[in-house]
């Protein structure tokens, strides 16, 4: 399992250029089959290498990428190498089953091992650039026609409404999971996420803020455990300006002092606006120019 710890934290800082919670969804619950019988005994028994188990899943599955939902469904039942191998595979296939069944698996709030699993391999749908490429599943010993029969593109990340879930499932493990280990590695992985994907962080309400001070001095305070790139803009004006605030350090809110001109003061992540600031009537202290 170390191994996959110093992969997902890798993969959470290799960079590229919702509110409420989710239980375990029917996918998890339903325990997906399999038309291969002898792969899954194989699964169960350790009977062959881990490349071997999940090359034999995918295989033996007409919808190709079904033998890796099935694989995610019995990772109680995984060795740790063939768990290992699956989150390799798993990075490669856009499609939507897959990432559906990681989702459950984080929901799921299991263990380390596989939470840890589901983490590395969840990461990839966010960004091509952290799948791997066809001569490296080749070079994982996965078998380089393994792409193909996985009947799955890998030229897009998922979807807007996929990629919205999976940032608040790790939000949630990031402050929620009982094992420090989990938190750590889910808080490194949702601030890469805020750097890729900043409209779709997760934050508490008001944790970013405007607050006028004298003349053209503004505020900005964040509340968040991440550090975010937010971008100003003053309505009627060219302002438009990209400013990286840090994360809250022990109950402390970070703090960015800034000129801005006069007007009203909108603050985004993304698309997405998080604060805005209209009254800007602050007086200046004696001998103080506004």
Not at 95 to 101: C, D, E, H, I, K
Not at 125 to 147: E, I, K, S, Y
């Amino acid at each position: 399992m170390m191994r996959l710890s110093r992969l997902l934290l890798s993969l959470a800082f290799a960079g590229s250029a919702l509110c409420g919670s989710f239980g375990a969804s029917a996918l998890e619950a339903q325990a997906p089959t399999t038309d291969c019988p002898a792969a899954e005994r194989s699964a169960r028994t350790d009977a062959h290498p881990a490349a071997r188990v999940v090359r034999d899943f995918v295989r033996c599955s007409t919808a190709g990428t079904q033998g890796l939902v099935v694989l995610w469904g019995r990772h109680a039942a995984l060795s740790d190498a063939t768990l290992e191998v699956l989150v390799d595979a798993s990075r490669w296939p856009r499609a939507r089953a897959v990432t559906q069944q990681l989702e459950a698996t984080l929901a799921g709030r299991h263990g380390a091992r596989v939470t840890h699993a589901a983490l590395a391999a969840a990461v990839s749908a966010f960004d091509v650039a952290f799948a791997p490429r066809a001569d490296q599943m080749a070079a994982l010993q996965l078998g380089a026609g393994l792409p193909k029969q996985m009947h799955a593109p890998a030229s897009a990340p998922a979807d807007r409404t996929q990629k919205a879930r999976l940032a608040m499932l790790v939000a949630q493990l990031a402050t929620g999971h009982p094992d420090a280990t989990v938190r750590v590695s889910a808080l490194a992985v949702r601030q890469q996420l805020a750097l890729l994907e900043p409209g779709l962080t997760p934050l508490a309400p008001d944790a970013v803020q405007l607050v006028a001070k004298c003349g053209r001095q503004t505020e900005l305070v964040s509340t968040a455990d991440i550090s975010l790139p937010v971008r100003l803009t003053v309505l009627g004006t060219t302002y438009d300006q990209l400013v990286g605030i840090g994360a809250a350090m022990n109950g402390t809110a970070a703090r960015a002092l800034l000129l801005v001109p006069h007007g009203v003061v909108v603050a985004k992540l993304g698309d997405r606006e998080v604060a805005r600031l209209t009254n800007r009537t602050v007086p200046c202290p004696p001998g103080v120019i506004p």
